[in-house]
């Protein structure tokens, strides 16, 4: 297994590494390449390689254990964006024990393992790309440098064009929200990405737009 | 890809989008586009028709003098071909790790993030 953090800002994905003592190599995209080489748009995701270097699945949804937070007792008494919030994080899918069962039967049958995808199947099976998506990319990529080189400000510009061009993108919108509602000097980002004055979108509201939490990832086909 | 001119070194172009300039066009995998033109007289690409022969987009940042040249729409997928790219990236002390040390191993190449 191979990790790796789609963090910018690489330090915030420092604490969630050394807490995991991963004995895997666990790598940092900061310059989101992975997103753009296997069409990550959302986290978890996955790929699978074999041992010719060819992969047999494409980027998709992908857990083994199943989030506590899909269980969790919404408390009483929360403020109601609070309260709709969790409930679209519960409703999100929870495909953990199915991909679980898919993993290790490739583990064991390799090649021969029905949820080994053939070449072709994986191409197909891959996100759809087309000038909208791949100029998002390039806006995206554009947003980060000068994210890098000048400071959030200057890079909003390109983030909210990103934003626009490909909208089911959570990779690009969750990374440039939290530039924004994580308080100056915080050491950790902040998840809720809410409301903000500076990208017309947050968390819980294009969740919502998008269909809710069910609909958070692509559908999972094994 | 970020540039700072139109025109890019092949091994650079390569590197960045897995698209090598061959004799019989630009490939990828199994797949090859034609690109007749894309290869200047001083050996270098010229990234305009590169862009136009696999569909990628050119985005001007006119205030900084730099480009960025989106992913290849060609095939109209997120992946051209099922060959997983030779990429490396950094582990937490910034030392660099290639998939391609993984070779002859199952790999699962899982994203996450902080956010």
């Known amino acids: 297994m191979v990790t790796v953090a789609l963090d910018a800002k690489a330090e915030w994905a420092y604490p969630f590494i050394d807490a995991a003592a991963p004995t895997h190599p666990s790598l940092i995209d ?13 986290v978890p995701m996955a ?7 060819m992969l047999v699945r494409p980027a998709e949804q992908a857990t083994i254990e199943r989030s506590p937070l899909r269980d969790l007792d919404i408390p009483e008494g929360l403020p109601d964006r609070m309260r709709v919030m969790f409930e679209q994080v519960k409703a999100i899918p929870d495909p953990s024990e199915g991909y679980r069962e898919a993993l ?33 990319a390039a806006c995206f990529e554009l947003g980060q440098e000068v994210w890098r080189t000048e400071g959030n400000e200057a ?7 990103a934003h626009r061009l490909d909208p089911s993108n959570w990779t690009y919108k969750r990374q440039a929200w939290t530039f924004v509602t994580t308080p100056d000097g915080s050491a950790e980002p902040d998840l809720m ?17 998008a269909g809710g939490g069910a609909r958070y990832y692509p559908p999972l086909q094994l | 890809m970020l540039l700072d001119s139109l025109t890019v070194d092949d091994g650079a172009f390569a590197t960045a989008t897995g698209w090598a300039a061959k004799p019989e066009g630009l490939c990828k995998g199994d797949v090859c586009v034609p690109a007749p033109g894309a290869r200047r007289d001083d050996g270098a690409l010229d ?39 030779d990429l ?28």
């Open chain 1, 30 to 42: 900061s310059r989101h390449v992975t997103d753009e080489l296997f069409g990550f748009t959302n």
């Open chain 1, 47 to 53: 790929v699978w390689i074999d041992e010719q270097g």
């Open chain 1, 104 to 136: 290790v039967d490739w583990v064991r049958h390799g090649a021969t393992s029905r949820f080994a995808l053939a070449p072709d199947e994986v191409v197909a099976r891959s996100r759809p790309l087309g000038a909208d998506e791949a100029r998002a």
């Open chain 1, 155 to 161: 890079a909003v510009p390109w983030f909210r064009e």
């Open chain 1, 193 to 209: 990405q809410g409301p903000n004055d500076v990208y017309e979108g947050n968390w819980l509201d294009d969740v919502l737009a």
């Open chain 2, 47 to 85: 990234v305009t028709v590169v862009a136009d022969r696999l569909g990628m987009p050119l985005v001007h940042d006119e205030a900084r003098g730099r480009w960025a040249l989106g992913p290849a729409t060609v095939g109209g997928r997120a992946l051209t071909t099922a060959e997983a790219p």
């Open chain 2, 88 to 115: 490396e990236l950094p582990d937490r002390d910034g030392n660099p790790f290639g998939l391609s040390a993984l070779h002859g191993r199952k790999v699962l190449v899982v994203a996450w993030a902080s956010w």
